[in-house]
């Protein structure tokens, strides 16, 4: 007897068995006579093989259905005398056209239910598979309930279609859960994948969402792969609110046209989602209170609607290249971020700006191209501290305002332009760099009231501290400016730079009210004069000047004659010797409060109108110049 013949002799026998006795899981009506294809893939499975329908029946589809009734006995093991293979239990191109049933069913086989077709309700709420269940290529026409689903190893849903509601909620799977190329097609439904555990991954890969789903409080024990997954639905919400991944996410290329929240989501390894697109205009995507492992990358990401970043923290670095925030309105939220190592933001578009309020980094660098540079309409780093450096190059912005912030490594502002307003109050930098940095034309634009650095540099060349004097200059006046320049200059070994940063605060605070009377005197007498003190020179120099006119005007022949009677040197008309005297006489006229000897005996009622207007002239400017000098001299001791 051939094998052949053995075969179908125990399958007539099997099917005997099975209508006469045990044709019926328990709790259920009889499943009666078995249809064509039932007979067969009992047939086949006995015999070890799988059952593919569509290699024995073709492409009627009629003749390829399964009750679902049978399919529930059949993975249940409700055939008397029906052992299934080891390798577990295959059916292929199959057609289920009413309810399959298997709620809190324990399966204790490996199910393969590849590219079948079921037409009615599929329910495995509460089921136990003990091994892997593989429904690649299906198409649930019906509602799907996978509502606490338990499966001991892998789980496998690849380019099925779901036309009906979905839950997964609350589904436990050991192993990997599998949904790459899957469609859910049903737009006005969420798909409900709540509180779902994996102790694998979970991929999405390529998967198509015509409405949202809702990862809320799920936790995955390796990966989460949403690469090229397409959400659809501009109205429903895609939530990965706290959710929990063992190791990396990746969202590259995805498309998500709703609100998405990735909300107190703890991801240990790195988050990816290079080349994604948000393209919601009006609902925000929340990534607040995230906790990433390792590395952030949003390399070429589209953001057409709000961010909020709000006190995420990544261990990592954080990578925001070529990526573009297109919300003109509201400037993405990245306040009370921490970043542990590096955040780039290179080449990225920021139309409405970017809030970093009380963010935290250790090295945070803003960067665009020489080639063309990028316009943000303002950077917020008010409060936001950072460890090492801060880079802010080929840039254009229309404000910076950054009070309050920390760097404790060194600040280096290049090819930047701030047009409109920057406000440094109350910062603390600990080396701050300026190289071809424009700031905003009016003083009262430039706020950098309590500023404090350590180092200060506009650049190698030696007038470029000019700049630097040019900076406080064209900001809001305060002499704390002024008075930490010079100290910095002091300090550094340049006393004439010092001083010049000290004349300009001083003259600057006159200017301010300049038609006071006391602030013209100030201007006139002690700056033009004596520089504030610092330039006494001024001062000796142009009394030394006056003096030698007054020997031009002060003839020694005015003297008393009996004075002159007994110098008869100075009758014999030797010309040095008349200088001399002229010089001395000059000076004693000069001096206030000194007296030489020679102007007592110089007598007045002999000398002319013009000499009479200059000796009023000469006494005047000594009793304004000399004490000058003297307090400038003094000043320079204290």
């Not at 191109?93 to 809190?104: E, F, G, K, R, W």
């Not at 393209?279 to 589209?302: C, D, M, P, Y």
């Not at 200017?511 to 520089?531: C, K, M, N, V, Y």
């Amino acid at each position: 007897m051939n094998r052949l013949l053995r075969l179908n002799i125990f399958g007539l026998v099997l099917i005997f068995c099975l209508l006469s006795g045990g044709g019926a899981a328990q709790g259920q009506p009889p499943l009666g006579p078995l249809n064509p294809a039932e007979t067969w893939v009992l047939q086949q499975l006995a015999a070890g093989r799988n059952a593919d329908l569509k290699e024995r029946f073709g492409e009627d589809a009629g003749a390829r259905i399964l009750r679902g009734q049978f399919v529930e006995t059949l993975l249940t093991d409700g055939f008397s005398g029906f052992k299934a293979p080891r390798a577990g239990i295959f059916l292929l191109h199959a057609i289920i056209p009413d309810t399959l049933n298997l709620q809190y069913a324990q399966v204790n086989h490996a199910v393969f239910l590849v590219d079948c077709q079921f037409q009615g309700l599929v329910t495995f709420n509460g089921s136990h598979f003990t091994k892997t269940i593989r429904m690649e290529q299906a198409v649930f026409a019906q509602p799907a309930d996978f509502h606490q689903l338990k499966v001991d190893l892998d789980a496998f849903f690849g380019d099925a279609v779901f036309q009906g509601p979905v839950d997964f909620g609350a589904a436990q799977v050991e192993g990997n859960l599998v949904f790459q190329g899957s469609r859910f097609t049903r737009k006005g439904l969420v798909v409900n994948f709540n509180g779902l555990k994996v102790g694998g991954s979970l991929s999405l890969k390529n998967a198509d969402f015509a409405g949202g789903l809702d990862l809320t409080g799920s936790k995955l024990g390796a990966e989460l792969d949403a690469r090229g997954a397409r959400f659809a639905n501009p109205e429903k919400n895609i939530s990965f609110t706290a959710v929990k991944v063992g190791l990396a996410a990746s969202f590259d290329q995805a498309l998500f046209q709703g609100p998405v929240s990735l909300a107190d989501g703890e991801i240990s390894g790195t988050l990816s989602a290079v080349g994604t697109r948000f393209e919601s205009t009006g609902q925000q995507v929340l990534l607040t209170g995230l906790k990433v492992g390792s590395a952030a990358l949003f390399n070429r990401t589209v953001f057409k609607g709000p961010v909020n970043f709000g006190n995420s923290a990544i261990a990592g670095s954080l990578y925001v290249v070529e990526a573009r925030f297109e919300d003109k309105k509201q400037p993405p939220k990245f306040d009370g971020l921490k970043v542990d190592n590096f955040a780039s933001f290179w080449d990225t578009v920021f139309q409405g700006g970017i809030s970093m309020i009380r963010a935290s980094f250790k090295n945070l660098m803003f960067a665009g191209s020489a080639a063309a540079k990028l316009t943000y309409p303002m950077v917020n780093l008010d409060g936001a501290l950072v460890d090492y450096s801060l880079i802010l190059g080929d840039l254009t912005l229309e404000t910076l305002q950054a009070t309050r912030l920390q760097v404790k490594g060194p600040t280096i502002l290049k090819n930047l332009k701030i047009a409109q307003k920057a406000d440094l109050r109350d910062s603390n930098l600990y080396s701050l760099k300026m190289i071809n940095v424009t700031w905003p034309q009016h003083a009262d634009q430039v706020w950098l009231e309590g500023l404090i650095y350590q180092n200060l540099s506009a650049g190698e060349g030696p007038r470029d501290w000019t700049k630097l004097l040019a900076w406080i200059n064209d900001s809001r006046l305060d002499t704390r400016n002024y008075t930490q320049l010079e100290t910095f200059f002091r300090q550094g070994g340049y006393p004439d730079r010092a001083d010049t940063v000290y004349i300009q605060g001083r003259r600057r605070v006159a200017l301010d009210q300049w038609w006071r009377p006391s602030h013209l005197a100030t201007l006139i007498f002690w700056d033009g004069l004596a520089g504030y003190g610092k330039k006494p020179a001024r001062t000796f120099w142009l009394s030394l000047l006056i003096v030698l006119v007054g020997t031009l005007f002060f003839d020694p022949k005015n003297f008393d004659p009996s004075f002159l009677g007994g110098w008869t040197w100075l009758l014999n008309g030797n010309v040095w010797r008349t200088r001399v005297v002229r010089f001395f006489l000059s000076l004693d006229e000069f001096l206030p409060g000194v007296d030489l000897g020679l102007a007592r005996l110089w007598q007045m009622n002999k000398i002319s109108y013009p000499t009479l207007l200059y000796y009023h002239f000469h006494k005047i400017s000594g009793w304004i110049l000399v004490p000058i000098a003297l307090a400038a001299v003094f000043s320079q001791f204290k």
